[in-house]
């Protein structure tokens, strides 16, 4: 289907009918699958014939949802998981062994820092965080045993947008590979392997389910990366994505660009607004021109994506009460979901970090992160409007 337009591929790629014929997707929820004869079984389990074995392995709903992800990242290969967590696990000791070197963003999302740095160290693997803008740390910070780079752009709650075509030049002039978490722009506005990474990473949790029903994630990239050892470390420790959420998700892709253009669309509209009001110090926007890397994000997504983040002027007491004063939009740290969604990162995300390396990451105690969903506009102005003052 590869001659198809993106918003085709959403809705029909990856579709197989059983001898039903039914026109959505089926919904396969069975552990396993019946075998003909011994030597029939034989065939399946050595490989020899392709075809369902177990749910850890292959199931049909989920091998959907793989194949038309893989055709709107324009990847190889895509394996789906149990969530974006196990998305970046089954990534980083699927490639990695003891004694290598990860160089990553300080700026991750706070599970995959934590991951980084409590669990990956007792296994030998290393990791260096770098400013995701500085090309001369990420210079500096490369090893002969590095073998990952690892950033999400734009990040989170800052929205830096952080240069790909470049990130993955370092990587393979110093033999390493290029993976971005791709869970905030999705393939809908930004195509990392495109630009030259070697693996996207997604949390199919946020925009790719986008009602906040499931969990799910994804890995994707060239066949050999996704096939072995991905696969194969996946297939043996058992994060698969269940076959009722590959089908949520599924269906939820074939409104996604729809859905990602409403967000981004009514994320400038209120960054606009934001960056307007007397009360609010700074708006955090790629869409803005105010962006310090607002050219890079023109050239890299094709919209500013879904979060917008602000800066009011009287601090943590002047933050929470606009967060109290919302009535509309819910008070969660999800994203990605039609509901919009407001946090406070210095006491929520961001609250066991240290005081100065929250100063440092640039997490204001003033700072608020708004998903926003797809109610009206003019209707979350109204609800920030009554907290701002
Ligand atoms: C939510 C999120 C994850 C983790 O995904 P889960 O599905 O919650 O495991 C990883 N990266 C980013 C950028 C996220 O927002």
């Given amino acids: 289907m590869t001659d198809y337009d993106f918003e085709t591929l959403a809705v029909r790629a990856g579709t197989q009918r059983s001898q039903f014929k ?78 290598e070197h990860i160089v990553a963003a300080q700026t991750l999302f706070g599970a995959t820092v934590q991951l980084f740095n409590n669990w990956l160290p007792r296994l030998g693997i290393e990791v260096t965080f770098v400013s995701g803008t500085d090309p001369a740390q990420w210079r500096a910070a490369m090893r002969p045993n590095t073998r990952l780079l690892f950033v999400e752009t734009p990040s989170n709650p800052l929205t830096e947008i952080y240069d790909i075509a470049a990130l993955a030049e370092l990587a393979h002039a110093h033999g390493a590979q290029l993976a971005v978490d791709n869970c905030f722009c999705t393939p809908a506005l930004q195509r990392p392997l495109a630009l030259g990474a070697d693996l996207v990473v997604h949390s199919a949790t946020k925009y790719l389910d986008g009602q906040g029903r499931v969990l799910g994630g994804a890995v994707l990239g060239k066949r050999a990366l996704i096939e072995e050892p991905i696969t194969a470390f996946l297939r043996n420790a058992g ?60 050239r890299q997504q094709s919209a500013g994506g879904g979060i917008v983040s602000f800066v009011v002027d009287a601090g943590r007491e002047s933050a929470w009460r606009v967060v109290d004063s919302c009535r509309l939009i819910s008070i969660t740290a999800n994203l990605g979901d039609a509901k919009s969604t407001i946090t406070h990162p210095a006491s929520t995300t961001h609250g066991r970090l240290p005081p100065a390396a929250r100063a440092a990451a640039g997490i204001e105690d003033g700072l608020l992160r708004v998903a926003v969903g797809l109610e009206s506009v003019r209707d979350l102005e109204a609800d920030l409007a009554r907290g701002l003052g």
């Fill in 239 to 298: 994060p698969t994505l269940s076959p009722f959420n590959a089908w949520v998700i599924l269906k939820g892709l074939e409104t996604l660009k729809l859905r990602m253009q409403a967000h981004c669309a009514g994320a400038l509209q209120l960054a606009q607004w934001l960056e307007r009001h007397p009360r609010v110090k700074r708006t955090f926007y790629p869409g803005l021109p105010s962006h310090p890397q607002h050219a890079l994000a023109q």
């Fill in 22 to 99: 039914e026109h959505s997707e089926g919904l396969f929820l069975t552990s396993s699958f019946v075998f003909d004869s011994a030597a029939h079984a034989a065939e399946r389990f050595s490989g020899a014939e392709e075809g369902m074995v177990y749910s850890r392995y292959t199931n049909p709903t989920v091998a959907m949802l793989q194949e038309r992800l893989a055709a709107l990242e324009d990847a190889q290969c895509c394996i789906a998981t149990a969530s974006g967590m196990s998305a970046i696990l089954a990534c980083v000791l699927g490639l990695l062994r003891s004694g």
